[in-house]
């Protein structure tokens, strides 16, 4: 029943910026750390940002600096803003969040559908 649901990929220049969403809803309790991961195509999937319920933030050392995670707990969403984006940057990227439910009270592991991301000229 809880899921995320992302917004915001699409096809962008080298150089530009894109704003990622991801919106968390069902019968929750409260969500703790919330992370974006990403793929980039025939590679594996690596961790890009995480922020917990407190905003302490991590971030990969090849976004760090030009990438920003944060979080709306009114909005029950998490955002990834995305600068200086690079071809390198090209990937599905995927929300991840640990999720306490209502009925029954219990944690789940929830992940987004993915969004595909493409940084090209």
């Known amino acids: 029943q809880v899921q995320l649901v992302e917004s915001g990929g699409g096809l962008v220049q080298p150089g530009g910026s894109l704003r990622l969403s991801c919106a968390a809803s069902?019968?929750?309790?409260?969500?703790?750390?919330m992370d974006w991961y990403r793929q980039p195509p025939g590679k594996e999937r690596e961790l890009v940002a995480a922020?917990?319920?407190?905003?302490?933030?991590n971030y990969a050392d090849s976004v760090k600096g030009r990438f920003t995670i944060s979080r709306d707990d009114a909005k029950k969403t998490v955002y990834l803003q995305m600068n200086s984006l690079k071809p390198e940057d090209t990937a599905v990227y995927s929300c991840?969040?640990?999720?306490?439910?209502?009925?029954?009270?219990?944690?789940?592991?929830?992940w987004g559908q993915g969004t595909l991301v493409t940084v090209s000229s």
């Open positions: 922020i917990t319920g407190g905003g302490r933030r």
């Open positions: 069902g019968s929750i309790l409260s969500i703790g750390t």
């Open positions: 991840h969040a640990v999720i306490t439910t209502l009925s029954p009270v219990r944690p789940l592991e929830v």
